[in-house]
């Protein structure tokens, strides 16, 4: 079946530091990809995503890069803010008319002044 | 609102008791979602709806959870005699009607279970 296997957290990096969270994936064919972001006391937001290999999602200084041939999703940022501090969860869909999403257990970001 | 309200936030029952979550939708999205969240988990996926059709209820972990919709829009999930394993955080998500190109999917704040 469909799995997401993402980076364990907590992650703690200063501000303006680069920032990584790693995310792979198991599934037939050619998911579409997701990073869902919680900040703290608010719901889940879609923060980026990539439907086709190659394609690079951005949003908000974050960018991902959908990579087939490694069946990974990495998260980057260049400079971290305090403000990114949340939980991400990377996420794939497999079905059109439905898709319904497959999350990875979530990295917790704190970032420190 | 504009966005996906739920309630309660907040749910405290005793193990065997009834509950019921409610969903409201962003108006004219077509499609929902209810996902549960255990505790420094990922969501899961419970159960889809297009309109007033329960589409996909392959995610239902028992035949103690029951999820309706019936006129298109608010949506219910009950739980009966619920039990210590069904606490979690309950979401639910809309979007617009599925299509090839993916709409983005608007999630709720969630409702919180205890289950004592």
């Known amino acids: 079946g469909n799995s997401v296997t993402q980076m364990e957290g907590p992650v703690t990096l200063s501000e303006e530091a680069f920032l990584t969270i790693n995310c792979t994936y198991t599934?037939?064919?050619?998911?579409?990809l997701f990073w869902y972001v919680q900040y703290p006391g608010e719901g889940l937001q879609l923060l980026l995503k990539?439907?086709?290999?190659?394609d690079k999602g951005s949003n908000k200084g974050f960018e991902a890069t959908y990579r087939k041939e490694t069946t990974s999703f990495h998260l980057e940022k260049g400079s971290v803010q305090v403000s990114d501090s949340a939980v991400y969860f990377c996420?794939?869909?497999?079905?059109?008319?439905?898709?319904?999403?497959?999350f990875g257990t979530g990295t917790r970001l704190t970032i420190i002044p | 609102g504009a966005g996906v309200s739920q309630s309660p936030r907040y749910k405290v029952a005793k193990r065997g008791q009834d509950v019921a979550l409610r969903c409201d939708p962003i108006?004219?999205?077509?499609?929902l979602f209810w996902y549960q969240q255990a505790l420094g988990q990922g969501p899961e996926f419970l159960t889809y709806?297009?309109?007033?059709?329960?589409?996909?209820k392959s995610g239902l972990p028992s035949d103690r959870f029951f999820a309706e919709r019936p006129e298109g829009s608010v949506s219910t999930l009950k739980i009966q005699r619920t039990q210590q394993e069904d606490s979690a955080v309950y979401l639910c998500?809309?979007?617009?009607?599925?299509?090839?190109?993916?709409?983005?999917?608007?999630f709720g704040p969630g409702t919180r279970l205890t289950v004592l």
């Open positions: 998500a809309s979007s617009l009607k599925g299509a090839v190109y993916l709409p983005s999917k608007f």
């Open positions: 599934a037939t064919g050619y998911p579409s």
């Open positions: 990539a439907t086709k290999a190659d």
């Open positions: 996420a794939l869909s497999k079905d059109f008319g439905n898709e319904k999403l497959t």
């Open positions: 108006s004219g999205h077509v499609s």
């Open positions: 709806f297009q309109n007033e059709a329960q589409l996909d």
